[in-house]
């Protein structure tokens, strides 16, 4: 299997309603490929650089992925699909 060229690093921003409650916020986004088509699943891995945890999710048929409740952190992203590297 090839990979996807894609290793992004991010920073979740973060929206919050007020400063009594703990904040969270989501990473969305859309898988295409050189000709800007969607590529529906896609594996997609979110993964903490303080603590290595990671998160998993599969694109759907549009070629979108969300990760929801995400704490602030900065994140690799990496993209899988077969047949692209």
């Known amino acids: 299997m090839r ?22 916020g989501s990473v969305v986004g ?10 529906p699943g896609a594996a997609i891995e979110i993964r903490s650089r303080t603590t290595n945890v990671a998160r998993h999710a599969t694109t759907n048929a549009a070629g979108e992925y969300n990760f929801v409740s995400m704490p602030p952190d900065r994140y690799t992203l990496t993209v899988r699909h077969e047949g692209f590297r």
């Open 30 to 39: 859309l898988v295409k490929d050189a000709s800007q088509a969607p590529v």
């Open 3 to 24: 990979n996807v060229a894609a290793s992004v690093l991010l920073t979740v921003v973060i929206s919050g309603v007020t400063l009594a409650q703990f904040q969270f």
